[in-house]
């Protein structure tokens, strides 16, 4: 059985494609079988950057990792059961369908509530909830007191996530790891950044996730889309050096392979 990695977060913006694109192309990188799902049917920002990236190497002439990345399946609504929902069988085909040939599937959910982001946690062995570092985005996992900061209660998208442990459990299947990144850690508003890292350590004791640091601000992130490039690419594509952000970009990148402990995985890059 593939592993099945999902990034969810009901917000955009908090780099769930870029993360998508990193680890499943590092995976790729160190040997192992990846298959990859958008669930944003609309904006398919992570389908969107493998497409790049096919595009480019086509144009270059290059041959890199990469992932196998698919559509959801059309189904035929009348070879529906009944009361059975169109989405959960284009999910459960898609998923069937890589897991023969890969190690792990990279699932990206959008960054609203549907059925399908819903499914897909489920589905989970490992879920990356990318985190911009500000109690905006906190809002989502928790409440919290205004004048004492600290939490109050859980909030919509950690209740999500309460639902699809249960469901885990009632089918017996092991629970969801469940890892909490830190993404735009800037060197500015520090008394903020104490203050958001207390109350995830706070929160995590109490509903059970790992606080991890994701990825800082920087424009490299958005240069690569175009090309459907990473970090781990570049000197693949004839980037000699490395200037210092690019080179802790990539350590971040170690950093957060590192972070996942996935089955199977030895970081060797």
């Not at 959008?110 to 990356?128: F, W």
């Not at 459990?169 to 890292?197: E, F, S, T, Y």
């Not at 990825?215 to 490395?242: Q, Y």
Request: aromatic content about 6%.
């Amino acid at each position: 059985m593939a592993h099945i990695i999902v990034v969810g977060n009901e917000k955009g913006g908090s780099g769930k494609s870029t993360t998508c694109m990193h680890v499943a192309t590092a995976l790729c990188r160190m040997g192992h079988r990846v298959g990859a799902l958008d669930l944003d049917l609309r904006q398919r920002s992570f389908g969107r950057y493998v497409e790049n990236r096919l595009a480019y190497l086509r144009k270059e002439g290059l041959s890199l990792p990469t992932p196998d990345y698919r559509d959801l399946p059309e189904v035929d609504q009348a070879a529906l059961a009944p009361g059975e929902n169109a989405f959960d069988r284009r999910l459960s085909g898609a998923v069937a369908g890589l897991e023969r040939d890969c190690d792990f599937i990279v699932i990206d959910c959008p960054g609203s509530h549907t059925r399908l982001s819903q499914v897909a946690h489920s589905l989970a062995d490992t879920l990356i909830t990318p985190l911009n570092d500000s109690f905006i985005d906190f809002d989502l996992l928790a409440r919290v007191d205004p004048d004492t900061s600290r939490v109050t209660g859980p909030s919509i998208y950690s209740e999500m996530v309460w639902s699809a442990r249960q469901l885990r459990a009632r089918a017996g299947l092991k629970p969801i790891d469940w890892i909490v990144l830190r993404n735009r850690l800037g060197a500015q508003q520090m008394h903020n950044k104490k203050k958001v890292g207390e109350a995830l350590e706070q929160l995590s004791k109490r509903i059970g996730f790992r606080v991890a640091p994701g990825f800082s601000e920087r424009v490299i992130f958005r240069e690569l889309f175009p090309r459907g490039l990473t970090l781990l690419d570049l000197r693949d594509v004839g980037v000699e050096s490395l200037n210092i952000s690019n080179v802790a970009a990539r350590q971040e990148v170690r950093d957060l392979m590192k972070a996942l402990e996935l089955p199977g995985v030895t970081i060797n890059f």
